[in-house]
């Protein structure tokens, strides 16, 4: 065995005569050993070459058409009891949801290669980076594993320093809906997967590992691992604020991590740090610092263009592996709103019928390391982390919340948290567009009883020194014929540096029941096509919608019983007073 960490040796053994595969490779992390599964997956046919001289270094996957995303409801916190992982999850009872694992993973690697792959989430030997080892069949999820995670020797040795890692074990076993299940063992920090190659549940780094295990260690710890992107602005005066931001899957987060200034913000620069995930610590001051436990991203491509998101654009032009997208009659990759070109061979690789559907899978995704990416941060690697000033959530609604509004304190702030609601989108299976509670954009990654989840969010106000102002946004609002009234993208950036006048108090604000609202002459509209009559609806707040939208929440957070802390349901009953006055 290439270890000498007896528990990880053992584990591995243990696992191969389980599932009996062809070999075993201990993955190194290097280039070559990347080029080396590339040129085994275009021999195996689970790549395909596109235009080198147009895209080098690119390859697409089309994947099995029955797994295209997450699959929500086949993914399962197994705690000791049930109401730890809360109605937020699925439960099984550990021993029987293991059981039944052990029974899908008999044998399920014969003829296969079994990859052990080492890897630290987080900047390498940062006190707040965590490490992992996953085993699974598949090279595609072992070239992606080197996209997105620190992944082989060093993350290898670091383990046999400590002896602790997170054990994943993954197969993708027949790609039968009906045999595929997602499975967190939270109280042995141990992840299951089987049936599935889609990223969301087979990457066992990415939310497997960095948030739902993650978010069970962070509250025994007195850590946060959320849903979050991390941005940094910098203002022509060369001050840098960092923001994490929370919003659900295929919602923006990669493109506002990325944003590019509008051309009147002369000296603006906007620096990525992640597009994902965030792990934020108390550093010895008190203040709330952040790192990107991945090195990579696994962003949704229909929609990324040269206008809306230049950045992305120019980060998957090389170097990137397309899963699901179609391609062109000059084999380059194609997807809907790419801006140019035309599909020839639809993501299943069929000729492209207009009638068949979308030409790119909705939820095709783009693998590729963050050191693409022309705003990566300076600081993204840093051990420490960046010091954040603001919390914001959002997500997709057509009606009722504003494009911006801040809370009035921290305890109320995680009650906006705890109360965002999102139209569903094709990142999960099932149906698009429905409005669903999605405390925190972590409904499908929270590890454990959203209640509990929330007491942990309160107790930072007693620990903290200085705590970030927290927002709400929607970048979604609709007119009635179904017209966007915010022009989204790069104009983004008009609200966010209102956020951050808030945060260093520069401007005011006008008080409402459900926060702080800006003055419509404090968001700077000047060259955009938005009306005074058009801001006035995007910072409307409807009373009578707001009134149901409060009766929703109420009985959400019912739903979560004698665990919801007592002094979230007084937040709640605080704007609900403040609505009658
Ligand atoms: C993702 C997701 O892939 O949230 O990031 O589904
Ligand atoms: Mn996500």
């Given at each position: 065995m290439n270890t000498r960490l007896k528990a990880l040796s053992d584990w591995v053994a243990e696992v191969a005569k389980l599932t009996q595969p062809e070999r075993i490779h201990w993955c190194d992390g290097s280039e070559s050993e990347y080029q080396t599964f590339v040129a085994e997956m275009l021999e195996s046919g689970d790549l395909i070459e596109l235009n080198q001289d147009n895209y080098p270094g690119c390859y697409l996957h089309r994947s099995d058409p029955n797994d295209v995303a997450r699959v929500e409801h086949l993914t399962y916190?197994?705690?000791?009891?049930?109401?730890?992982?809360?109605?937020?999850?699925?439960?099984?009872?550990?021993?029987?949801?293991?059981?039944?694992?052990?029974?899908?993973?008999?044998?399920?690697?014969?003829?296969?290669?079994l990859y052990v792959i080492p890897y630290c989430m987080g900047?390498?030997?940062?006190?707040?980076?965590?490490?992992?080892?996953?085993?699974?069949?598949?090279?595609?999820?072992?070239?992606?594993?080197?996209l997105m995670t620190r992944m082989g020797k060093p993350a290898l040795e670091h383990i046999e320093q400590t002896g602790s890692f997170i054990k994943g074990l993954h197969s993708v076993g027949e790609l039968d809906p009906d045999r595929r299940f997602i499975m967190h063992f939270p109280e042995e920090l141990t992840i299951m997967s089987y049936g599935s190659g889609y990223?969301?549940?087979?990457?066992?780094?990415?939310?497997?590992?960095?948030?739902?295990?993650a978010s069970y260690q962070a509250r025994t710890e007195g850590w946060l691992a959320e849903h979050m992107l991390i941005v940094g602005i910098e203002s022509p005066e060369g001050e840098t604020s960092y923001l994490a931001c929370a919003f659900p899957s295929a919602c923006g987060?990669?493109?506002?991590?990325?944003?590019?200034?509008?051309?009147?913000?002369?000296?603006?620069?906007?620096?990525?740090?992640?597009?994902?995930?965030a792990w934020m610590h108390l550093d010895d001051e008190g203040q709330l610092r952040a790192v990107n436990p991945?090195?990579?991203?696994?962003?949704?491509?229909?929609?990324?263009?040269?206008k809306t998101n230049p950045n992305a654009f120019d980060t998957i032009t090389h170097d990137t592996i397309f899963t699901n997208v179609a391609v062109t009659a000059d084999n380059d990759p194609w997807w809907e709103d790419?801006?140019?070109?035309?599909?020839?061979?639809?993501?299943?690789?069929?000729?492209?019928?207009?009638?068949?559907?979308?030409?790119?899978?909705?939820?095709?995704?783009?693998?590729?390391?963050?050191k693409n990416n022309p705003s990566y941060s300076s600081l993204a690697e840093a051990p420490e982390g960046v010091p954040i000033s603001a919390l914001v959530f959002g997500g997709r609604r057509r009606e009722l919340a504003p494009l911006v509004y801040q809370a009035k304190s921290w305890a109320h702030g995680v009650l906006v948290g705890a109360s965002v609601a999102s139209e569903t989108t094709a990142a999960a299976t099932g149906k698009v567009g429905v409005v669903r509670r999605?405390?925190?954009?972590?409904?499908?990654?929270?590890?454990?009883?959203?209640?509990?989840?929330?007491?942990?969010?309160?107790?930072?106000?007693?620990?903290?020194?200085?705590?970030?102002?927290?927002?709400?946004?929607?970048?979604?609002?609709?007119?009635?014929?179904?017209?966007?009234?915010?022009?989204?993208f790069g104009e983004n950036l008009r609200v966010l540096k209102w956020i951050i006048d808030r945060c260093e108090q520069r401007v005011d604000a006008v008080e409402q029941p459900i926060g702080y609202l800006p003055k419509p002459a404090d968001i700077d509209v000047e060259g955009l096509d938005v009306s005074p009559d058009t801001l006035a609806q995007l910072l409307a707040v409807d009373v009578s919608q707001w009134s149901e939208e409060l009766a929703h929440i109420d009985e959400y957070l019912q739903s979560f019983g004698s665990r919801v802390p007592e002094q979230?349901?007084?937040?709640?009953?605080?704007?609900?007073?403040?609505?009658a006055d």
């Open positions: 916190v197994c705690t000791s009891r049930q109401e730890d992982a809360g109605p937020n999850n699925n439960w099984m009872a550990p021993a029987q949801a293991k059981q039944m694992m052990l029974d899908f993973y008999a044998g399920c690697m014969k003829g296969r290669t900047p390498l030997g940062s006190p707040f980076a965590r490490y992992g080892v996953e085993l699974t069949d598949s090279t595609y999820v072992a070239a992606n594993m080197y990223g969301g549940n087979a990457l066992l780094g990415k939310k497997c590992h960095a948030l739902r295990i987060k990669t493109n506002l991590a990325m944003l590019i200034p509008p051309e009147h913000y002369k000296g603006w620069k906007v620096w990525t740090l992640g597009d994902d995930i991945e090195a990579g991203y696994f962003g949704v491509v229909p929609g990324t263009n040269r790419k801006d140019g070109g035309e599909p020839v061979i639809d993501w299943r690789g069929r000729p492209f019928d207009a009638k068949k559907g979308p030409a790119a899978h909705p939820n095709s995704r783009f693998t590729v390391t963050a999605d405390p925190m954009a972590m409904k499908p990654f929270c590890g454990y009883n959203f209640g509990d989840y929330w007491q942990h969010w309160l107790s930072f106000e007693e620990r903290a020194a200085k705590l970030p102002e927290i927002f709400h946004v929607n970048w979604f609002r609709r007119d009635a014929d179904g017209n966007f009234l915010w022009p989204g979230l349901l007084a937040e709640h009953g605080k704007v609900k007073a403040a609505f």
